[in-house]
């Protein structure tokens, strides 16, 4: 993908609106403070006579009372079902107690999700709508910056499996995304920092500029400064936009997105889910495989120093775990990109350009034994 | 939807090959003798490493070696798992295996999912296709005449809840299906008659024509004669495909597919899934709705003495256990169709002309009890 220029900004006190473009199946990403009170954000969704909130028990107190609230004016019964919090609750079982919410309390198929939460949250609540009678309409609340800049956009849903992370799931829409920054206030800064990967995941894939812009304002990122955040969030999501509207089943182009995920993915499943946060993990499978793009030659060896110094700056760990060379490359090989056992990644060829490509496993064996503790 | 006029029938010897016109998910039919052993009948599928055979402990020893040998010539790796048989395991477990078989076996995401077998398989097999790494190419080998009429064609999938049937699932389409008439020589007759359930709903739904024909037929139907099926199981999905075709997610036109459904659906929700075939509800569930399209005053008596002696001539039964009439009712309000807790019924307002309606409850109880025994 080429370099996307010109970012098209609105003034930060009031909400941007960014469309994913996917005709039928098109919708709004709303990006903003104060959007939970907003009466404007909850407008015209999809009529029901009955809501279910998916939340969590981290969540659930700080943020429910004011989305029932705001849904109190659309929907006549609004129900809830909080699970416990963390990425190792994205299984079977969690989304087995959704379904069951659904039909014990006799919601039907008009019925409309919101997904009040982080990554993992709006993937499980993402899949049930998408499974539930074979498709109910669904909203995305993120409430975590990793959530907000990435996982709550593109229609990706999934639960993970003991073999592989996100194994199982749909290409499902969201009808609208509702992203409140105020919510990124009560964010633990580890969380924060998570979310700082996937955004600066965006720079080398797909906007060198950005990638500037990201070195430049880290520390006020840091700070939460409202400005900051807002163009973070939204800069992220325009490009996330572009990619998926391009690519919407990830047939090719939506790859790109994956930068760092196929290290990422073998450091989540390896260690067990939630041990690492997806996005630390994320953030030291970035700086594998900008370490196996300088390898490969595809970049100099300064894009390796300069993407080691960013992400180390946010707070995420350089360094995998040591789960031994042979045990990384078998969990690659079951990633999704994989083809015939062998394994693809994607890299970056140059600044603001990514693509898919398979490596010897020699080298990718110098690569995790140079990036690991 | 108004009749369907006009059947373009093939000569009974060659395949016949019915389109599902559906953009990019557009797939063919076949239907014909010998197809499993025709080499034609195989080419051009999606290419991949890995090929999965899902079938059943009944199913398998009697047509896996020639499914096997057929496929051998396109797929390098072709694996096997063979469930249990009936529809008390369309469910989460099942649906397990197959994707612990997917991930053990380093199935990748470009694997071609084969279902031989009846409904239980093709819909477990379909679903599992549909959300394994968010979705791999799957092609029905129906070998029961259910299947090969209804449930392989239209893209409709999904396992059962304790809760209700079909309660969780998606829309996905196969990229062929291969319905080999041969198969059904080695069917149980009650397995037979449940099919004809399905085929005898056509007539009432969308063409008072074939309705006449199938009662001509019936005799020649029961004994297996190949141009009788030939010609019922093309006719069924011709109709079946006109009606996927205008409505694929069933927005409207396609719940009349469900003509008798929701009683069925009681039924084998209320005994316990497995008790009753899935076609012997529908066929009992039809009796019912004929007799509710009756009470209703839309189709004169003669219609439901028309049905009922047709039905019970397909060896099917006439009156459902005795559940108790509130016990129906609750059932029936989880039903997909239901809106808000009225229970909606695909009902018969002309012949040939089916739509969907609300009724009291009072009259639906009336028929209930005059129709169980």
Known sequence: MNSVSSPQLAPASSPSRISIALAERSYEILIGSGLLDSADAWRDLPRADCALIVSNVTVAPLYLARLQTALSQHYRRIEVLNLPDGEAYKDWTSLNLIIDALLS????????????????????????AAVYMRGVPFVQ?????????????????AINHPLGK????????????????DTLDTLPARELSAGLAEIIKYGPIADAGFLGWIEQNLDALLARDKAALAHAVQRSCEIKALVVGQDEREQGLRAILNFGHTFGHAIEAGLGYGEWLHGEAVGCGMVMASDLSVRLGLMPAEFLTRMRRLIGRAGLPLLGPRLGVQRYLELMRVDKKA???????????????????????????????ANCA
Not at 145 to 155: E, F, M, R
Not at 167 to 179: D, E, K, L, N, T
Not at 345 to 360: E, K, Q, W, Y
């Open 105 to 128: 309390r006799g919601c039907d198929r008009k019925t409309v999700l919101f997904a009040l939460g982080g990554g993992v949250i709006g993937d499980m609540t993402g899949f049930a």
């Open 166 to 181: 996100n194994m199982v799931g749909a290409f499902y829409q969201p009808v609208r995304v509702i992203a409140d920054l």
């Open 141 to 157: 609340v993120p409430t975590t910056l990793l959530a907000q800049v990435d996982s709550s956009v593109g229609g990706k849903t």
């Open 339 to 369: 083809e015939g056992g062998e394994i693809r990644f994607v890299l970056i060829d140059a600044l603001g350009h990514a693509s898919m490509r398979a490596a010897p496993d020699a080298l990718v064996a110098e690569v995790i034994a």
